[in-house]
């Protein structure tokens, strides 16, 4: 009786659209929270580390079998969300087809590195907001406020209150619900993905096709390996089954938001790492800030400036989208 309990499955969750929550996002909104969920400071780091010591120019190829592999999944997502319309994702989906206690471990996984990694994107945007400003928050805080020398790992230096501040802003715009906070996620995603499009289109104008003559020079296997460390960028795919009981017509929209948002990422990682290895060699790439840098040495040395800005507001939007997930899984 006792093994049979930890393998019980919930299926009267099925088919069940009665929920406490406003169904208030549509088609539009459902895409723009799992782009937003996809594309954060990621994507500005693990494009130019692959392409400088994995794939070269070849990191568009790596980009779209990293996306065929991540469609597998999503197709997954999309057919338990048309079956299953209830807040939780992949939780929920494991109850009801797997059982009780593997719905735990998944669930308990999921909120562990849903909290870790919403702590990285807090200190990610930190750290990028500050370099706006010439680090003088870093330095003001450690000259005035408080720094330890001596701290121990995993311990900081100095208490980062530009993450700590921007992660209570984010449940402060959570706390007004979805209904209202959508319009900034919305908002800060067409900032990102405006952004992604700049770095595609431009890095063909400034770029030389030169670049790309040796366009697999780690050979066919690296373009493997670079794939797998870029599977890393597209995580947040689900984003919009976890928000399916706020979903107008969920069992419809919500499979066709999953996919599409995923193609859509796929689609400009692609053209960002083409561009990026277009716009300079892949031996000169600098692996810490590989745009800005690319940028700073091209025609246009001031576009390097909109990078950073771009960077912001992308981890911002990651964390934003990042916070409501652990939010409802929870």
Not at 10 to 26: A, E, V
Not at 47 to 57: E, Y
Not at 103 to 127: D, E, M, N, P, T
Request: with cysteine; glycine share 8%; hydrophobic share 50%.
């Amino acid at each position: 009786m006792f093994f049979r309990n930890l393998f019980r499955k919930k299926h009267s969750i099925i088919n069940d659209l009665n929920t406490p929550l406003l169904r208030c996002l549509n088609l539009f909104d459902l895409i723009f929270l799992s782009v937003s969920g996809m594309v954060g400071s990621g994507i500005y780091v693990l494009t130019g580390v692959v392409a400088k010591t994995q794939t070269g120019p070849a990191i568009i190829i790596s980009n779209l079998l990293a996306g065929l592999a991540c469609l597998f999944g999503a197709l997954c997502y999309a057919e338990f969300a048309a079956r299953i319309p209830r807040a939780g994702s992949s939780y929920i989906f494991i109850y009801e087809s797997v059982g009780e206690i593997l719905a735990f471990l998944v669930g308990f996984a999921s909120i562990v590195g849903g909290l870790a990694s919403l702590g990285v994107s807090a200190r990610v945007w930190s750290a990028y907001f500050d370099t706006l400003f010439n680090n003088k928050i870093h330095s003001f805080i450690t000259k005035y406020i408080i720094y330890w020398p001596n701290a121990p790992a995993p311990f900081a230096k100095y208490p980062d209150l530009l993450a700590f501040g921007i992660t209570i802003l984010i449940i402060l715009a959570m706390l007004a619900g979805l209904r209202n906070s959508k319009y900034l996620t919305n908002s800060l995603t067409i900032v990102n993905m405006s952004a992604l499009v700049f770095i595609g289109i431009t890095g063909f104008i400034l770029g030389d096709i030169h670049n790309y003559q040796s366009f697999m020079p780690f050979g066919v296997q690296s373009i493997f390996r670079g794939s797998s460390l870029l599977l890393y960028s597209y995580i947040g795919f689900e984003m919009a089954t976890i928000a399916i009981e706020e979903a107008k017509n969920p069992s419809k929209i919500v499979p066709q938001a999953t996919v599409i948002s995923l193609l859509i990422v796929t689609l400009l990682y692609s053209l960002v790492g083409a561009s990026l290895t277009y716009l300079i060699s892949y031996k000169d790439i600098n692996s810490e800030s590989s745009f800005a840098h690319a940028y700073g040495l091209s025609k246009w040395p001031w576009a390097r400036y909109l990078i950073s800005i771009a960077i912001v507001f992308s981890a911002g939007g990651n964390l934003l989208s990042g916070t409501y997930g652990n939010i409802r899984v929870m």
